[in-house]
């Protein structure tokens, strides 16, 4: 019986979308500028150097896709292809987390998500929001209420969070809505109430996530953020792939921060992991034991969180070629009728100016005993995964999306 298993590169863009120019990232791509710069040696560091090696990713075709996205493969010889790759263009109006996974599960998302502009001082949030939500949770009031990144925004207003008891908001150019608070000095069970409240007066606005942001540390030199984020987004506005298999009888099971944003909808099983290390053998697991008509989802954040955002070349190229050596144990545990695919969710090109999500195009890598390898072409929609996947399945067709045409295990056997 047939399972498939999505695995999310976070953020691995592989070229510029043609309408990239609206959102000020014309030119952008994750993957090549990474590639190049450790071409040139400019992206070495005390655990890596030289050349990105990532043998496993390009025999999955990684390269051939993002030749197919922007002209130009990845330096050096091409080994021979065992998988079959597609570039995918996202017809969802943002380039955010849950514009990408919605529409790579079949629901594209075309009503555009509310935003929170800075005023002419630099303000965010409508004070009538914060002043309801305050007093609703019995807070002091608010600290920030402007455009930041994670890290900088904690050296500059951690400390006052501390003394005051004030949580920290923020926002980028997504459609969300964070909150910053020390993990012991204001209380994780606290952070989470704060962000369920909310929550609940973000659904209005159309706001697609509120975020919570612990921390821990006691001065601006050593505040860090900890592995207990969670995002509270809106449901999506139509049944997912999860929701559908999940009706149907079949087994899905979200690994990582999967769960949180498809707002817990078509979840059978959630499972916690941090870092790619961990999220990989959570991977692993479940293809040992997830039974028959099972999808297995992970997100592998931390390309997105700690060197996209953060512009580290040479940590994001450091972070692939370790997913790259785990990639094997994945392959070497799936059985033969299982479907393994690789994607992203948007871009965050680390060479890019500012610290925001890149609209790129992203890989669509298809790999198993029953999949032949070659080109699976230019897709239209991320959406075109989901269809290949319910496909796979045996599930009816999903109302968005073009499967890529691969015979199903019943078909094949």
């Not at 150097?49 to 330096?75: D, F, K, V």
């Not at 080994?79 to 943002?94: K, L, N, V």
């Not at 370790?322 to 059985?335: E, S, T, V």
Request: with cysteine.
């Amino acid at each position: 019986m047939a399972r498939v298993f999505v695995l999310v590169i976070d953020s691995l863009g592989i070229g510029a979308l043609p309408d990239a120019a609206a959102f000020g990232d014309q030119g952008s791509n994750t993957l090549l500028h990474i590639a190049q710069h450790c071409a040139a040696g400019l992206a070495d560091n005390a655990q890596r150097q030289g050349a990105l090696h990532i043998p496993h990713l390009r025999r999955a075709g990684l390269s051939h896709a993002l030749h197919l996205a922007c002209g130009e493969g990845l330096p050096g010889p091409e080994p021979r292809c065992d998988g079959a790759w597609a570039a995918a263009r996202e017809i969802s109006t943002g380039k955010d987390t849950p514009s990408g996974h919605w529409e790579m599960m079949g629901v594209p998302v075309t009503q555009p998500w509310g935003l929170f502009p800075p005023d002419a001082e630099g303000r965010c949030f409508p004070p009538a929001l914060l002043e309801r939500v305050a007093l609703a949770t019995g807070l002091p009031g608010w600290l920030g209420n402007c455009v930041a990144s994670g890290t900088d925004i904690l050296r500059r207003l951690g400390e006052a969070h501390v003394r005051t008891g004030r949580p920290i908001a923020y926002t980028s150019a997504d459609s969300v809505f964070q909150v910053a608070c020390h993990e012991h000095h204001f209380g994780l069970d606290r952070l989470h109430a704060l962000c369920e409240c909310l929550r609940s007066e973000l659904d209005a606005l159309h706001i697609g996530r509120v975020i919570a942001r612990p921390f821990t540390g006691e001065d601006a030199a050593s505040f860090r953020r900890t592995p207990q984020r969670r995002d509270y987004t809106m449901p999506p506005p139509e049944a997912t792939l999860l929701e559908r298999l999940q009706e149907a009888g079949g087994h899905t099971v979200a690994i990582g921060k999967i769960a949180d944003i498809f707002a817990h909808r078509g979840i059978s099983c959630r499972l916690s992991a941090y870092g790619t290390q961990d999220l990989m053998a959570a991977t692993v697991q479940q293809a040992l034991q997830a039974p028959p008509q099972s999808l297995v989802m992970c997100n592998f954040v931390d390309f997105d969180q700690s060197f996209g955002h953060r512009r580290d070349i040479a940590g994001y190229a450091q972070e692939l070629e370790l997913f790259d050596r785990l990639l094997p144990r994945l392959q070497a545990a799936l059985q033969p009728d299982d479907l393994l695919l690789l994607t992203a969710d948007h871009g965050c090109d680390p060479s890019w100016q500012g610290s925001d999500h890149t609209r790129e195009h992203v890989p669509q890598l298809a790999w198993g005993a029953r999949v032949p390898a070659g080109s699976l072409g230019l897709r239209h929609s991320f959406a075109d995964l989901g269809q290949s996947a319910a496909q796979w399945l045996g599930l009816p067709a999903l109302p968005h999306g073009q499967g890529y045409g691969l015979a199903a295990p019943a078909a094949a056997s």
